[in-house]
T-cell receptor, first 114, second 112 residues
Framework: DAKTTQPPSMDCAEGRAANLPCNHS???????VYWYRQIHSQGPQYIIH???NNETNEMASLIITEDRKSSTLILPHATLRDTAVYYC???????????????FGTGTRLTIIP | NAGVTQTPKFQVLKTGQSMTLQCAQD?????MSWYRQDPGMGLRLIHY???????DQGEVPNGYNVSRSTTEDFPLRLLSAAPSQTSVYFC???????????FGDGTRLSIL
């Protein structure tokens, strides 16, 4: 499985864009990059995922470098409710049936400052 | 839709006791999984299932059993609880294994 490296913590001012980096230098060609977040002690929440191209949805944007060795999650206008631990995950296939597991690291603790 | 429902939310056990953590989803998802989360650590996969009647082990399966007799339910059994199993347990589901997962709110388990 490709491993990911994230900074342990980051701060961002409310209303500004929060840019969360992730390194995944050993990612394979068929592996996707997923982002989840965990608010307080709730269950993780899916944010976005991508393979090669940049992706955008109602929550965030995902920028993947051309060599796919790193990516950045962008929360365009951070609010206090975005304070959470953000996990960058590379999806690994377990078998030919496409079974998979998500390997969660320790993530980045993002604090939005009022 | 209720999504993924986990019961109980909190539980305290004595060493050696057994118990079952319940997980149910009403989204007709084929893929379900169990994770544990210890303080300061990410989630670790215990067991998963790609459909009714099919289960497999994850990273940390020892001390836990699962079964999947229906699409909706995926219970996790602790056979003989140990203090090392004190953790927060999360159940998750997705339509198929290669799609984003929906998580429950967790069961906080303490083993004395």
């Amino acid at each position: 499985d490709a491993k990911t490296t994230q900074p342990p913590s980051m701060d961002c001012a409310e209303g500004r864009a929060a840019n969360l980096p992730c390194n995944h230098s050993t990612i394979s060609g068929n592996e996707y990059v997923y982002w989840y977040r965990q608010i307080h002690s709730q269950g993780p929440q899916y944010i976005i995922h991508g393979l090669k191209n940049n992706e955008t949805n109602e929550m965030a944007s995902l920028i993947i470098t051309e060599d796919r060795k790193s990516s950045t999650l962008i929360l365009p206008h951070a609010t206090l409710r975005d304070t959470a631990v953000y996990y960058c995950i590379v999806r690994a296939a377990l078998s030919n049936f496409g079974n998979e597991k998500l390997t969660f690291g320790t993530g980045t603790r993002l604090t939005i400052i009022p | 839709n209720a999504g993924v429902t986990q019961t109980p939310k909190f539980q305290v056990l004595k060493t050696g006791q057994s118990m079952t953590l319940q997980c149910a989803q009403d989204m007709n998802h084929e893929y379900m999984s169990w994770y544990r989360q210890d303080p300061g650590m990410g989630l670790r996969l215990i067991h998963y299932s790609v459909g009714a009647g099919i289960t497999d082990q994850g990273e940390v399966p020892n001390g836990y059993n699962v079964s999947r007799s229906t699409t909706e339910d995926f219970p996790l059994r602790l056979l003989s609880a140990a203090p090392s199993q004190t953790s927060v347990y999360f159940c998750a589901s997705s339509p198929y294994s290669n799609q984003p997962q929906h998580f429950g709110d967790g069961t906080r388990l303490s083993i004395l």
